[in-house]
């Protein structure tokens, strides 16, 4: 399972990056509102410029807040244009109208990230679209009673019987356990923040492990 970094924070991605673990970035209008920034397309500049400092190619996943679908399109494009980022990947929630977005990019080889799936249903049309990317809203779905999990693997299901090249983002992922929850139930990659990866280095077993080697390491080495 790859792992991408859901941030808006640029800071973040070489403290990931550095550690070999950096498979791709997400970011959401709600995690662009906690930067200092005030250009959308400067925050997300930045972010891509930080990215190729890391020399990195992975894909950044931005997405439009365009409310009238008759309208993402030319905003995409021009994020496309403004941002100038090669992997840049737009983010379109699921819906009826926002199909003729995803439509619409995929005809002008657009990489698209469909997020805010909450169904296999949702799953489906977003598949059936042509969607780069599938994101699931993992504790959200959970939080309202839903299974995520049967979801992501039912999904997995008809991924891999019918040959598609989309790729399943296991999202509003919270704790390690979650981490877990994306990787067994087949998500091919899992994007949550950078706290999040850090606990899930660690076990208070390893921790007293490690001591104990190491106490009685210098308790001989003395
Ligand atoms: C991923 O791309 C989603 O935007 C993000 O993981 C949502 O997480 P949240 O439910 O914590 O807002």
Redo the contacts with the bound molecule.
Sequence with gaps: MKLFL?SAFKNEIPIMADRGILDGV?T?P?LIAKTSGSNYVDVVSGIARQIEECKLDIPL?IEIFESDYSKMTDQAIKFISEINYENLNI?VPIGWDELYVIKSLKSKSIRVNT?CIFSLSQAHLALDAGSDFI?I?F??LSDSGGNPEEVCYELRNIIEKTNSNSQI?A????TPLDVERALTSGAHIC??ALNVYEKSSKHILTTQSVDGFMNDFKAWIK
Aim: charged residues 20%; proline residues 0%; glycine residues 6%.
């Design positions: 859901d997400t959401n709600s996943s983010k997020t994101s809203f504790c959200r983002i999202g509003s992922i919270r994007t949550t």
